[in-house]
């Protein structure tokens, strides 16, 4: 940083000077998520850090203030090489209402000492009357089983600890707004609203589509053929599953009323089944196998060879 409080936002989060709108927004959710105090809630570094990078998002996400932003990106490397003559900063009006980069940065999007370290307002210009937003956003990250039962976070906003209870059955972007928690207008008693923006993890076996959730079940081939009743794994908790003798791979069974569960209404639940032979068979298995080879009357592939010579 340079003695005047410059600061290089697209150093901040790690991003090309060209870098697209969902590169910037994807950088800056990696970053928030791994600074985020309360993920470090020790760690006075760690929010600084964070606070920057609200900074640089709020700065680069908004079309007119990035475009202000890299203007000035233009006057400042230009002075720092001093090597143009053809470039006079006594002269230049708009570079040198700017050369402090703290003024700059106020003007754009201004300072309030109250806002808190995790999320920042910012004032517009419209016919260049500025009016303040006071609403603060939020991103929180849930796992699927929390935004599947609902569950209670505590965050830290403006320097408040703030209880937010997440309803059951919640997917992301959803958003919940919390009257009076968001930003204090500095010597005034106003303060704005906390909006706060869902992010579900995805799961490694539950797949959320809609209200309904989607499994692969592994199964057996002795359990295709002769069926059979296990117990299996819900996101409500465990529970007893059939499975009809003759049944076959790639088919789904129905498990209504199982999926998520919201003002929405009510999903259900869906396994594919997969069939899951041993890697390595013992050799009972191998006996019981060449048996069934000895007694097996149907052949598997008569009707495929009809089809392959048609």
Do not use: C
């Not at 797949?207 to 053929?225: M, S």
């Not at 789904?252 to 919201?262: E, Q, T």
């Amino acid at each position: 940083m340079a003695s005047n409080g410059f600061k290089d936002y697209f150093k901040i989060l790690g991003i090309s000077r060209n870098a697209t709108d969902q590169e910037i927004k994807s950088a800056f959710r990696n970053l928030a998520r791994k600074f985020h105090p309360d993920l470090n809630p020790t760690n006075k570094k760690a929010e600084s850090e964070f606070k920057e990078i609200n900074e640089a998002y709020e700065i680069l996400s908004d079309k007119d203030k990035k475009k202000s932003y890299e203007q000035y990106l233009i006057y400042w490397f230009k002075k720092q090489e001093r090597k143009s003559r053809d470039f006079d900063w006594e002269n230049n009006k708009d570079s040198n209402e700017y050369l402090n980069f703290d003024d700059f940065l106020t003007d754009l999007i201004g300072r309030f000492s109250e806002v808190g370290q995790e999320v920042y307002s910012y004032i517009s210009s419209d016919n260049k009357a500025k009016s303040l937003n006071l609403d603060a956003e939020f991103n929180l990250q849930i796992s699927f089983l929390e935004a599947f039962n609902g569950t209670t976070k505590n965050l830290l906003v403006n320097d408040e600890r703030i209880e937010v209870k997440i309803p059951r059955g919640i997917q992301t972007g959803s958003k919940i707004r919390i009257r009076k928690k968001g930003n204090i207008q500095s010597g005034k008693e106003k303060r704005g609203d906390l909006l706060i923006e869902v992010d579900v993890d995805s799961h490694s076996i539950w797949k959320v589509k809609g209200l309904d959730i989607y499994a692969d079940l592994p199964i057996a081939l002795d359990e295709f053929a002769l069926g059979a009743n296990f117990s299996v794994a819900l996101p409500q908790g465990d529970t007893y599953l059939s499975i009809p003798p003759g049944s076959l791979p790639e088919q789904k069974l129905r498990l209504v009323g199982k999926g998520l569960n919201n003002l929405d209404g009510q999903g259900d639940l869906f396994f594919t089944l997969k069939l899951k032979l041993p890697e390595n068979w013992s050799n009972d298995e191998l006996r019981l196998l060449e048996k069934l080879r000895s007694v097996r009357i149907d052949e598997p592939r008569s009707s495929w060879f009809d089809q392959a010579r048609s």
